[in-house]
């Protein structure tokens, strides 16, 4: 059984960089064909994916956070991580990190979610 667990700050201050880890257990974040991603859901509103990582470490951004977002892995540690800089409130959101395979349409793990903040 697959498990994927986001940490990080609940509270970051507008400007400031938001990084939150996703650790992963049950499965390896190398094994071919996966994707590991992050997504999020602002508060009224829909899921909104920001990016992902592959299995081979290539890395995949949304067009419109392209330019604030960074997204790197920690083999050794099973672990993949979301930077995202220069926050407004507007990147205060439920955030969560999720897995999917490359032949099969869809998120088949998910992390509970971790509430981030942005505010001063």
């Known amino acids: 059984q697959v498990q994927l667990q986001e940490s990080g700050p609940g509270l970051v201050k507008p400007s400031q960089m938001l990084s939150l880890t996703c650790t992963v257990s049950?499965?390896?974040?190398?094994?071919?064909?996966?994707?590991w991603n992050w997504i999020r859901q602002p508060p009224g509103k829909g899921l909104e994916w920001m990016g992902a990582i592959a299995y081979d470490g290539s890395t995949y951004y949304s067009p419109s956070l392209k330019s604030r977002t960074s997204i790197s892995r920690d083999t050794s540690k099973n672990q993949f991580s979301l930077q995202l800089s220069s926050v407004t409130p507007e990147d205060t959101a439920l955030y969560y990190c999720?897995?999917?395979?490359?032949?099969?349409?869809?998120?088949?793990?998910w992390g509970q979610g971790t509430q981030v903040t942005v505010s001063s």
């Open positions: 049950g499965g390896s974040i190398t094994t071919s064909y996966y994707a």
């Open positions: 999720a897995r999917e395979k490359a032949t099969t349409p869809g998120y088949d793990y």
